[in-house]
């Protein structure tokens, strides 16, 4: 991503890097979370789980900045992240 | 094409502590905004850090009236419409409990308005989250007080005549002391909304508009939820302070969201401790809930 | 647990029966009132609000019966002894939370001054008839127990007693009173608070996770459940099993309201309370309820005078119906008579169970007034032949 102001403390900024968690059994293939993941991870699968959706999958995983919209989103409690610390890149990068 | 059939992962989703996992999957249709809002209950009860024992959520009848029994809380699930009067109650008699109300606009409005309205009057402080997807839709689909002008439901099949209630105003002008207005996809806004409306003190109401996907997008040919939630993305006009005559929804009409109201004004109990006062004098007692505040 | 010195006003007192039912409440221990003005029961609520600020009680007017009724659940849920009263009218709108509180199992109390119905009827002048509604007035299926005063001291103790079968049961107690009982002013001799016993609400010993709302016990009746205790508990007015989850089939209504019916069937002998007099040797038993046992006397006494064998019976407790008994007489007597304020509600059940082993009459009218003594003595004088 490009800035076209960079931040004084640019060095010490990293950017958060989340680990999906899809709880497939519980989707009910709203969509929603493909609809509004502001880094476009996600997609609805071609798979099917045992009620007969499509639960996402992640397409591009290390994207994810766990930003939580998903979760905050999903309206069946059907997928979270979690942060991981040691992955963060930094943002001067 | 192959099916793949997995094992219920065990991992636990954050808002689990919060849940009754034993009661989920809910019954609320694919796309429905019920979830939605839940989670943002539970973020705002997560992130108040309130002490979870002394949270208690009251919910009427309705697809809105089953939140009360998916969370894991002391939780009510009462009769249509009565809600609002049960939690009445239940605050008096345990003022030192936060009390939330969450159902949906059939319930709160339509069956139970003459209570939304008084207890907002009185200034009890309760916290009133109505879910309003314009249509009664636990019954399929029938009109509400809320359906706007024009739009189908199984019961207006060639179109919606009546004026609809302006919710925000409704509750304002009835005394609520914090109003707001935010959909189902304004999450992290309607969780903070929420919050405010748990801190703080008296009537609070926040109206959230949530897709029905099975009969109001169904029945007007609007799609999914999802599409609703894009309509949301689309047409939602943040108006901090709006004059509230000017935030009724018509169909199909852009929907204006915001904090409307945040006022001060003695709660019930301050003007009933009031009132005790003026009447008594030091003899008076200020009233510390029903079993002397134990 | 003995009545709280500051709740009684120990004494005589010269009061009608609605201010004699908001003593008794107070002695009880009542601590919020959710009521709405009807005629004849305000006095009930105007009692309440004129002593609760200094007792630490809270009453509120709410805005209909229908809130009246929730609030005092939602109250007694919050762990405190909640009562509302009203009359006809309002009768009927809280029967929709009355069948909320028998089906969430809450312990309250509810008085229905009875006027003349039905509708608006006659809101200044007594009846008898919601007895019925009592009985079966919410929809589906559950028992009940009713307490008919007959007089403003009676009042004051039954509604004391309500109380303690509210919590005894963990349900909601009716006090069916009317517009002459709660009228009528009388001496009322409330006792010193240590001659007041009072049942306290039982409570789960449980720990949180292992309580459940609506655990089965052999005596039928679950323990509370409190509130802000971290029990995390859900309680549903829809057919519910143990856990008080909702459970849509067959089977758990099958056991949902078995409970209901069994806990006050299994219980009924105790909870039954009748005044009987004369009954060992008579021909003829005369039975009623509220003021109306009180009209019958001037009859009673003169037929006794001319020799008939009559004996009374006062239900104190109107339901559950005194079914054994009434069976047990209905074999030995020649007749039996209901008298009560409406064409025949209570009656039916006597009827039932006299299960045509005697005659049975009713001496009944619309209501407005009480019975003229003569219709009772020409019924007796009937019933005798």
């Given amino acids: 991503m490009e800035y076209w102001r960079t931040p004084l403390d640019i060095d010490k900024l990293k950017i958060p890097r989340g680990e999906l968690h899809i709880i497939k059994e519980r989707c009910k293939g709203c969509g929603f979370c493909v609809e509004y993941c502001p880094k476009g991870v996600l997609k609805l699968s071609e798979e099917f789980n045992s009620k007969g959706y499509h639960p996402p999958e992640a397409i591009n995983p290390d994207e994810c900045v766990n930003c939580d919209l998903c979760e905050m989103l999903c309206p069946d409690f059907a997928i979270y992240c979690v942060r991981i610390e040691a992955d963060e890149k930094e943002v001067a990068n | ?294 | 647990m003995k009545a709280d010195p500051k709740n009684v006003l120990t004494g005589s007192h010269y009061l009608d029966g609605n201010y004699a039912c908001a003593e008794g409440a107070i002695a009880a221990g009542c601590k919020f009132f959710g009521g709405y003005p009807i005629t004849p029961s305000t006095e009930i609520a105007e009692r309440v609000s004129q002593r609760f600020p200094l007792l630490g009680g809270v009453f509120i007017q709410m805005e209909d019966e229908l809130a009246s009724m929730a609030s005092i659940l939602g109250s007694s849920w919050g762990g405190v002894k909640s009562m509302s009263c009203t009359s006809g009218p309002g009768f009927s709108l809280m029967m929709e939370n009355f069948g909320l509180g028998i089906m969430l199992e809450t312990p309250c109390v509810l008085v229905n001054v009875q006027r003349g119905g039905p509708s608006t009827g006659l809101p200044t002048l007594p009846g008898q008839a919601d007895m019925m509604q009592a009985r079966w007035g919410s929809h589906g299926d559950y028992e009940v127990i009713a307490l008919a005063p007959d007089s403003p001291q009676e009042s004051f103790e039954l509604v004391i007693h309500a109380f303690n079968l509210s919590e005894k049961y963990r349900m909601p107690v009716l006090v069916m009173t009317d517009e002459c009982v709660g009228h009528m002013t009388e001496k009322v001799v409330i006792p010193p608070a240590e001659e007041i016993e009072l049942l306290e609400r039982k409570y789960t010993d449980k720990k949180p996770g292992e309580a459940l709302p609506f655990e089965p016990t052999s005596d039928g009746v679950s323990p509370m459940i409190p509130i802000g205790k971290g029990h995390k508990f859900h309680i549903t007015g829809l057919t519910h099993d143990y856990r008080g989850y909702p459970v849509i089939n067959a089977e758990t209504q099958e056991k949902n309201v078995r409970r209901l019916i069994d806990k006050v069937n299994m219980h009924a002998d105790e909870i039954i309370w009748l005044e009987e007099k004369d009954v060992e040797d008579a021909e003829v038993v005369i039975m009623a309820y509220g003021i109306s046992s009180r009209v019958i006397q001037p009859a009673v006494a003169k037929a006794r005078k001319e020799g008939i064998k009559i004996g009374q019976i006062k239900m104190v407790t109107v339901w559950p119906f005194p079914e054994k008994r009434v069976r047990e007489l209905a074999g030995k007597v020649k007749s039996l008579i209901m008298v009560e304020m409406n064409y025949g509600q209570v009656f039916l059940e006597m009827d039932r169970c006299a299960a045509g082993k005697c005659r049975t009459y009713l001496v009944g009218h619309a209501g407005g007034t009480v019975h003229n003594a003569v219709d009772v003595y020409n019924t007796i004088k009937e019933a005798v032949k």
Avoid at chain 2, 139 to 153: E, L
Avoid at chain 2, 243 to 250: P, Q, S, T
Avoid at chain 2, 271 to 282: Q, S, T, V
């Fill in chain 2, 1 to 294: 094409m192959s099916v793949k059939v997995e094992e219920l992962v065990r991992e636990e989703h954050p808002m689990e502590k919060l849940l009754r996992m034993d009661r989920i999957p809910h019954i609320w249709c694919p796309t429905c905004g019920l979830g939605t809002t839940v989670t943002a209950l539970a973020a705002a009860l997560e992130q108040l850090e309130l002490d979870l024992d002394n949270v208690a959520v009251v919910s009427g009848i309705g697809c809105t009236g089953r939140v009360a029994g998916y969370m894991k809380l002391d939780s009510f699930h009462t009769t249509h419409g009565r809600a609002i009067p049960f939690a009445l109650g239940l605050h008096i008699a345990r003022p030192d409990l936060k009390v939330i109300v969450f159902s949906g606009d059939g319930d709160l409005i339509s069956i139970g308005g003459n209570h939304l309205i008084h207890t907002a009057r009185r200034n009890v402080d309760l916290t009133v989250i109505c879910v309003n997807n314009f249509i009664y839709a636990m019954t399929g689909g029938q009109v509400a007080p809320t359906t706007p002008i024009t739009a189908r439901s199984a019961t207006s099949p060639y179109g919606n005549y009546e004026h609809p209630f302006n919710l925000p105003l409704l509750a304002a002008s009835s005394g609520a002391v914090y109003v707001a207005r935010w959909t189902a996809l304004h999450v992290r806004r309607l969780t903070t909304a929420i919050k405010e409306a748990i801190t703080k003190p008296g009537f609070s109401f926040v109206e959230v508009i949530a897709p029905c996907s099975t009969l109001y997008a169904r029945l007007n040919k609007l799609g999914s939820g999802l599409d609703l939630m894009k309509f949301y993305h689309d047409n939602s006009v943040i108006r901090h302070g709006a004059d509230l005559k000017e935030v009724d929804i018509d169909y199909q009409s852009k929907i204006a969201v915001g904090k409307f109201i945040d006022i001060e004004k003695p709660t019930y109990i301050d003007c009933m401790n009031e009132g005790g006062k003026r009447a008594f004098g030091d003899k008076y007692k200020p009233y510390g809930g029903g079993n002397g505040g134990n």
